[in-house]
């Protein structure tokens, strides 16, 4: 599928379906959800430098036996700038394998350049993820036609879903509504992982996205105001930690006990904001790896956390009943 873009109109030009995420309602085509309610953005532990598979697997499985909806590798708590070709295709590998199809996995194939994010994407897809997140290209500052153009190159490039990933305070730059209307209609393209915390954005893109192109909250402290406004879930940081909650949280969401996943978020609240109180993913890991799942290692240019930040982050665990 290519994209034309003019100052008017875009259209697609349709080269494949993507049939084995759709079905028909009503004799409309809609595209299914990756999946519905809470999936694990996986840490990616280090040990001596090196990749830790071992630790990574113990990881995902943990994941996977508190039945966790999706399994992310490669995305931003899995400090994907600093992995290298061969990492990549490691942890997509293990993650594919242990998963078996009883989660899906979604891997992160983000780039600033488009033709790399292409190349990582068809990786991602031959080594068998069965969906992407891709990141608004960071540093660039694209323009929304630029932007337009760079998701469709890669949802062109691949016969698995696309989820986009927008993040501006990390990347710089923010999609538009209009800009998600506009990609809304590729077959491959069926929604966004919102990390921007725009609350009108989020509502304007509910409003002129059709039911089909799905939004997840990218903050866990945003999860339930997210679904309330009709997100399919939470790609989450904390559920490392603490899946069964974060599950338990989105599952009250989906089946509209929203009073009560707000009681939940709010008893949360505390160590979400202990876990963002550095940045992304030195906090995980630093909680990680005082529950021994993985070291605390991280590759520069992040480093070690601030002692006193270890401490609120400590207390918060206890507090919350996550301990040793």
Known sequence: MSAIITEKVLCFKIKRPACHVSFWKGGIFVKKSVFIGCGTALVTPFRGGALDLDAFRALAARQLDAKIDALIVCGTTGEAPTLRREERASLITACVELAAHRAPVVAGT????????????????????????????????????????????VADAVHIPVILYNVPSRTGVSCTAETYAALAGHPNIVGVKEASGDFALIQDTRRRCPEDFYLWSGNDADTTAIMALGGAGVISTAANLIPADMRELTRLSVSGSLHKAGVLQLRMSALLRALFCEVNPIPI????????????????????????????????????GVRP
């Open 110 to 153: 983000g780039s600033n350049d488009t033709a790399h994010a292409v190349e990582l994407s068809q990786e991602a897809e031959a080594l068998g993820a069965d969906a992407l997140l891709v990141v608004t290209p960071y540093y660039n500052k694209a323009t929304q036609a630029g932007l337009i153009a760079h998701f469709t190159a």
């Open 285 to 320: 890991k630093t909680a990680m790896a005082r529950l021994g799942l993985c070291t605390d290692e991280l590759r520069l240019p992040l480093c070690a956390m601030r002692p006193e930040n270890r401490a609120t982050l400590f207390d918060a665990m206890d507090a919350f």
